[in-house]
């Protein structure tokens, strides 16, 4: 049983940082693809930032120079620096993996990952 837990979250007002972790006890966050997801109430989750198998990185539009994920192997975790939050960025944020190997991550790594977290709030708010 694969179990992924975030942490950082909290409440910080507009402009403000935040750092995310993501760990696993019995996986190997160093080796396969990883996503950070997110989903606001009423709202469908979405992607957030993604690190593929070989190290590549990935965004969305609505993070992307604000936000970085990394990963480090040594501690077997994975971050996401948020930076500059927005009010908009309020929401529960997930770390999800699997083990697969053989998907096309050339335009990608935002995928239906098998093992989720179960999620860490965000909240933006003065």
């Known amino acids: 049983q694969v179990q992924l837990v975030e942490s950082g979250g909290g409440l910080v007002q507009p402009g403000g940082s935040l750092r995310l972790s993501c760990t696993a006890s019995?996986?190997?966050?160093?080796?396969?693809?990883i996503g950070w997801f997110r989903q606001a109430p009423g709202k469908e989750r979405e992607g957030v930032a993604c690190?593929?198998?070989?190290?590549?990185?990935y965004y969305s539009d609505s993070v992307k120079g604000r936000f970085a994920a990394s990963r480090d192997g040594g501690k077997n975790t994975v971050y996401l620096q948020m930076n500059d939050l927005r009010p908009e960025d309020t929401a529960v944020y997930y770390c999800?993996?699997?083990?697969?190997?053989?998907?096309?991550?050339?335009?990608?790594?935002?995928?239906?990952?098998?093992?989720w977290g179960s999620g860490t709030q965000v909240t933006v708010s003065s």
């Open positions: 999800a993996t699997d083990s697969v190997i053989n998907r096309d991550e050339a335009a990608g790594c935002f995928f239906d990952y098998d093992y």
């Open positions: 019995t996986f190997n966050l160093g080796y396969y693809a």
């Open positions: 690190i593929t198998r070989s190290g590549g990185i």
